[in-house]
Structures are given as structure tokens and as C-alpha cells.
């Protein structure tokens, strides 16, 4: 083998991995097909469905979050127009493209939305529950307004996953450098774009679950989540990618290390700043409207939840990436990761599972009578159920091979980028 086919097949992704696209489609697909079996087994009741609808949604905006982390990565990169990171922006490049289909798997909670069933996941969208404060939301919190703004966050999303990974590629060909000139002029208003489609979709998506509910924080919350999302995974990637042969060269310690520097900046140290301050905030505040979001989730197995966020999402993490070392270490570095990837889709369960008992919260006059009914057996949201797995390992599988499938139509890094000497050269101070 001659050293430029050794090149060759060290920046592709190969036959073998490409052939995994159909058994992880498949795989994925069979788990939603059984997470919709399962209701119907459990006699097909709106609970059940409303059980089947949140573990869905917490599924979905999981694979969502990882796939808008890695579209603020490409944009960050041209906005500062980084060197150090070209190397890695094919990987972030082929994970934001899938934000050009993953519309597809929001159409079944779209399609509940506008036949009129959509409160089996909104309360707001059910008249029987409405009061003066949804009334008065109502000019932002109707039905017509929310699906026109679901379809434009997912217009801009998938123009600019298209955009960005279709350019890159094209240079790869061509080695034109308007191309990334282009990129360049667009990320300014992409950013803006990023920002307030970002924010008011988990306002839609997730704050409006409670829609008595309400944080000027959440969008930037939900923010530093996808980025926790999204940098372990970068990790995960890199270090899977080098165990099979690829990129052993051109991905080096000094990656591995700005890599864990995003990790620990966005997804742990940022990400606990923001949750700390929400949190705050509202606890100072004491206003009955806020605090019960916080109290269905300081209840009953929930507050151990809270708990392992606490530590697994940020004490633990944080003490083991605070020194440089654990980041130079790509054994080391893949198991906290793997870790951090675990805790982000608790934290997204935590999101969209707890509900406010909305009947104990009206008969308890104190919080520890409230806790009382709780212990006695007042349901505070909904509890674990098989179709949480069944739609996480759906949506991964699905998400895991078309990711594969186009990570494997071109070369893994930007071959023609004019920075790519930067990257290869590129040494932490």
C-alpha cells in the first residue's frame, strides 16, 4: 500500500462503517415502531399516550440539542475564524446537517398539535384548563402561532446544517477559499438566527409544558445544554474515530484538550452557572407561579434526580476535568464524555418528565404537607416507563446512521480548508 492510499483510507470513513447505516436504521426504526406498540398494550388511554408523547419528546429534543451543539460549534469557528479546530469541523459539520431531516421526527408531535390532540402533551392546549393566566398568554400560546414558529426554527436550522456542509464539501473538491469567505460572511446572522430560534423553540417545546411557568433564563439553559450535548460527543467521536484507524494523525493531544476545554467551559462550569442562577432567582423570589416548577422536582424519586445532576452533571465532572491531564488523556477524556452524555439526556428527562401535582399543590397549604401527600402517593408527573428506552434507542439509532451514512460520502476533515495547516500545527500554550 502506497503512502497516499494509506492517506486516502485514513480520511474516509471506509465501506465497513458505511455498512452500518442499515442495521442502526433498523434498529432504530423497529424501537419506535414498539414505543408505539406499547400504549396500545396498556389499553390505549390518554394516559397512556400522554406517557408515550413526553418520553418521546424528551427522545427527540436529546438528538436535537446534540445536532444544535454542533451547529454553534461551525459557526463559533467562522465568526472567530479559528484555525485550531478545522480538523474537527467535518465531524460538527455532518452532525448539524441532520437538522435538514430531523424535522421528520417531529411531525408525530406536530401532527397531535393541529388534529386537535395536543394536550396530551400541553396543558394550554386544552380548553378545560385554561384560567387568567393562560388566557393571557394566549396572543403567544396558540396553536396556529406555535406551529408557524416550529416550522421556521426548522426552515433556519436545516438551511444553515445544509449550508455550512454542503460549502465545506464543495471545497474539498474545488479548494476555492471564497468558499470559506462565504461561510464567513453568513455565520454573523446565522449566530443571530442560532440564538432566537434556539431560545423561543425550548420556550415552545419545553417551558410551555408548564405553561404556568416562566424563566427569561430557560433559553439560555437549554443553550448550555446542547453544547454539553454536543462537546462530549465531539470527544466520544474523536476517539472512536482514532480507534479505527482514522485521523491518527491529524487529531492530536492538543485537540483532545480544547476539545475538553469546551466540555468544561460550556457543558459543565457555564451549564451549572446558568442552573444555579435560574434557580436563585426564583427561590428568592418566591412567586407561587415559579416555585411550583422547582417543587414538582425537589418530590418524591425526583428530588434524587436533582440530586445526581447535582454531583454526576457537575461536581464529579468538574473535578476531573479542571486539571489539563485528564484532557491529554484519550482513554480518560472518552469516559468522561461517555459520562457527560449520560448525565445531558437525565438532565433533558428532568426537563420534560416532573409535572406539578396540580391537585395536592391546591390542597396542601404548606410544602411539608405537600411532601406528606406526595409520600401518600400523589403522582408528581410521570413515572419511568419502557417507552423512554424504546424512543431514546429509536431516535439514536435513526440519528446514529444518517449521521454514519454522511460522515461517510466525504472526507473527514476539510481537506482544502486554508486554516487546515493551522490545525495540524496547532499546540496548546
Known amino acids: 500500500m502506497t503512502g497516499g492510499q494509506a492517506n486516502n483510507e485514513r480520511l474516509n470513513l471506509g465501506e465497513g462503517w458505511r455498512k452500518l447505516f442499515l442495521p442502526a436504521a433498523a434498529v432504530g426504526l423497529l424501537a419506535l415502531v414498539v414505543s408505539v406498540i406499547i400504549p396500545l398494550f396498556r389499553g390505549g388511554d390518554a394516559h397512556a399516550w400522554a406517557q408515550f408523547f413526553r418520553s418521546y419528546l424528551t427522545a427527540f429534543i436529546y438528538v436535537l440539542t446534540l445536532s444544535l451543539g454542533g451547529l454553534f460549534f461551525i459557526v463559533i469557528q467562522h465568526l472567530t475564524r479559528a484555525g485550531w479546530s478545522v480538523v474537527l469541523r467535518r465531524l460538527a459539520e455532518a452532525v448539524a446537517a441532520n437538522l435538514t431531516w430531523l424535522w421528520l421526527l417531529f411531525l408525530p408531535v406536530l401532527l397531535i398539535v393541529l388534529f386537535g390532540r395536543g394536550w396530551l402533551l400541553y396543558d394550554w392546549m386544552d380548553a378545560a384548563h385554561r384560567d387568567p393566566i393562560i388566557e393571557g398568554k394566549t396572543p403567544f400560546l396558540n396553536v396556529g402561532f406555535w406551529t408557524i414558529r416550529a416550522v421556521f426554527y426548522f426552515l433556519v436550522w436545516g438551511f444553515a446544517g445544509w449550508y455550512f456542509f454542503s460549502r465545506s464539501r464543495a471545497q474539498d473538491g474545488s479548494g476555492d477559499v471564497n468558499l470559506t469567505h462565504r461561510m464567513q460572511r453568513w455565520a454573523p446572522l446565522t449566530a443571530i438566527l442560532y440564538g432566537i430560534t434556539q431560545t423561543f423553540a425550548a420556550i415552545d417545546w419545553i417551558m410551555s409544558l408548564e405553561a404556568h411557568w416562566f424563566s427569561t433564563m430557560f433559553g439560555v439553559y437549554f443553550f448550555a445544554a446542547s453544547c454539553c450535548g454536543f462537546f462530549a460527543l465531539l470527544c466520544v467521536l474523536m476517539s472512536a474515530l482514532q480507534r479505527a484507524g482514522k485521523l491518527t494523525g491529524e487529531i492530536t493531544l492538543e485537540h483532545y484538550q480544547d476539545a475538553g476545554k469546551q466540555l468544561f ?7 451549572a452557572y446558568i442552573a444555579f442562577s435560574q434557580y436563585m432567582l426564583i427561590w428568592y423570589a418566591n412567586i407561587p407561579e415559579e416555585t411550583g416548577w422547582y417543587l414538582a422536582r425537589q418530590l418524591g424519586a425526583w428530588k434524587a434526580v436533582s440530586v445526581i445532576l447535582l454531583v454526576g452533571h457537575f461536581a464529579l465532572p468538574f473535578l476531573l476535568l479542571v486539571t489539563k491531564h485528564t484532557k491529554r ?3 480518560v477524556i472518552t469516559v468522561i464524555a461517555s459520562w457527560m452524555l449520560l448525565m445531558h439526556f437525565v438532565d433533558v428527562y428532568w426537563l420534560v418528565m416532573p409535572q406539578v401535582p396540580a391537585e395536592a399543590m391546591s390542597a396542601a397549604t404548606t ?5 406528606q401527600m406526595v409520600q401518600a402517593g400523589a403522582e408528581v408527573g410521570f413515572a419511568p416507563s419502557l417507552t423512554d428506552l424504546t424512543c431514546l434507542v429509536g431516535m439514536v439509532g ?9 460522515m461517510g460520502t466525504c472526507s473527514l476533515i476539510p481537506a482544502q480548508d486554508p486554516r487546515l495547516h493551522e490545525s495540524l500545527a496547532f499546540e496548546n500554550m
Open 265 to 271: 467551559a460550556f457543558g459543565i462550569v457555564f451549564w
Open 329 to 331: 488523556r484519550r482513554a
Open 367 to 371: 410544602y411539608p404537607e405537600l411532601t
Open 398 to 406: 435513526v440519528w446514529l446512521a444518517v449521521t454514519a451514512r454522511r
